[in-house]
């Protein structure tokens, strides 16, 4: 098969880059074969070169800068032994050839290579092991190889040179490829694509931060790159993102999210779409700390998100794509929300790196008490997919593409499939130029063949022995010596906050939006790069953004007098909430009694009751505060007069969390029945008492009763 579709489509994204170097103005200077710095201004690559088959020749599109003049200048072309390892290929990164050349063009004039407004157009014939390409060109490459072991990645170095001194005025070190289209067992190769603008933080205002116009920018140009790719890739979309998005209400971010929905929408072949953790955070760490409540919050908000604003149809469970450690409490806590396989970096597992790359998959943790299948992140090409690395963006996406099929011939596959994986940055800004260059090299390649997460761990096997490297089928994971400094208490205290919150507003769709925003900042508040320090301070903000919103009700009984036995007494619940809320309204004192089966409390609450012990008596009914203005009425009983101050609360449903609170004062002027039979008693008494001394005073007045009683005193012995 003639790999026409990668070298066209190669091509063609090589355009942008054409332009570019054709308009750039950096001055011309002199540059020896070996030097570490490549110019990408005077002398570029336009697309990565083809492969090259018995049938294919090597063909490379070069830019020149603007304004040369051609007749003056010549270009060198020295081909390089292959490659073997890994080792000696990130030798050439730096533009420095391995070894001595096995083939030298010499001077070839500029001027004769078929040019057009690109640029020219470099064919070089190859003859391996007797069998010499189609194809005509200034010279040929011979491999120095035997027939049927030609295959390879060779490096190859391009000078352009000044014809008149034969300095070097630049050079570009790409790779001569060769390949049989029949070669067994392709490299499976599963790109990792992490989709974010940038780590969020909680805003103490009780919102999501907005995207910044720059990240905007990149997120735009990102997913419009990988819009185009006719290849299998697994995306990874950031809820904290997609969230974000989804809140702004500027039409750029509108704009982003729905072409983000239809990125991970599209009908593409093998476009797979993972769920993973609302927040940027270190699951390891958090299951490490006892929090493996707030793993499942993150995975389960992460899921709700992407399905309810990308309209994904993305589950919990399957394969989780970690970018931190994660020992065996974390392992079992996502053995528990349905993860069967996990991508780990390299230093997650126990023991040395391996000698050859590590391509076979592994079970992780242990065997008794749970593991998951692993696959660890290959650290060499998820360096070389940093932006960092891009300063020619057609080179370094051409360099990528020749490690990958390195990799394949460091130790070719017969029968069982190797693999390797690589992860982008999580906000990944690199030039749309290099992202289509190496998606489209990527397309029809006989040596690596692109898969997605779930077919890369359903084919490729766990364990066995790779060349003459044997793989172990299973590993522990490392042990993290850092101390993890969550602020466990506080987020424990946070989380049991909102939780009570939630139940009291979910019964409304406003209300239930509330609460998800709330448990969002608690969330953001986990990201693992905030650091300590920020991290509590994130908790605050989230708690803070809480009781904002349990400000805007109050209770306010005032003050009751109660003039009789018993009342009806009104309390007023005030809501300044969009949203209805639900709570339980309480009242509980020593000095009050409340009739059991004559409460009342009116249409907005329902099921009272009543509980007496230890001389306490309490009330309490759920109701559904819905409106600006709400009486709850409350049958009461003094049992003494006097005033005395009483508390109440509406509390949440199923908890203690306090929604609103306030004072009752009770002045009571009431008597019981006793009180008044006794007060009647000592009336009585009193009033005899007095008839009694007012009879004996008037006797003593009447003169009958005086000279009687003097009578009586004389004859007194």
Known sequence: ??????????????????????????????????????????????????????????????????????????????????????????????????????????????????????????????????????????????????????????????QLTDAATSAVVAHILTYLVYTYPSDPQPLRFALVVPISTQSQAPSSKGTLLAPRSAALSKLDSLVFTLSGARIPLTLVPSPATVSSLATDPSARSRQALRSLSELVNASAVGRQTLCGPFADVDVGELASAGLANEVSQQIHEGASVLKGDLDTSCATGGTFVSESMLDQSALSALANLGYQDVVVPQSAVTGPAPSATWSRLFNLGDTRTGSLLAKTVDPGLSSHLQVAAHTDPVLAADQVLAELELIYYEYPATEKPRGVVAVTPSSWGASSTFVADLLSGLEDNPMVRPVNLATFFSEVPAGGTTGAVSQPSSRRPAVDGTTARLPVRAIRLARARLQEFAGAVSQSTAGTKEAQVLDQLLLLAETRTLGAKKQQMAVSDASAALFTQLHSLSVNAGEIRLTSNAALVPITVVKNLPYPVTGVIGVTSDKLTFPQGSQSPGGICHSPEVHSSAGRSSFSSRCVISHSTNVVYVDMRARASGDFRISVTLTSPDGPLVLASGQLTVRSMSTSAVSIALSILAALVLLAWWGRTLWRRRRRRHPAHALGARAATRAAP
């Open 1 to 158: 098969m003639r790999p026409r579709t990668r070298r066209l489509a190669a091509f063609g994204a090589g355009a942008l880059a054409a332009t570019l170097s054709a308009t750039a103005l950096l001055a011309t200077q002199a540059a020896p074969a070996g030097s570490k710095s490549q110019s990408a201004s005077t002398l570029s690559l336009l697309a990565p070169p083809g492969f090259v088959t018995p049938d294919q020749p090597f063909q490379a599109q070069l830019g020149i800068r603007s304004g040369l003049d051609p007749s003056s200048f010549d270009l060198e072309v020295d081909l390089y032994p292959r490659l073997l390892y890994r080792s000696e290929f990130d030798e050439t990164l730096s533009g420095t050839p391995v070894g001595a050349a096995l083939a030298k063009s010499g001077a070839i004039a500029l001027a004769s290579l078929p040019a057009d407004q690109r640029g020219v157009q470099l064919t070089v014939p190859v003859e391996a092991g007797g069998s010499t390409t189609p194809g005509s060109g200034p010279f040929t490459a011979h491999l120095d190889c035997q027939s049927g072991s030609c295959a390879g990645v060779y490096p190859l170095l391009i």
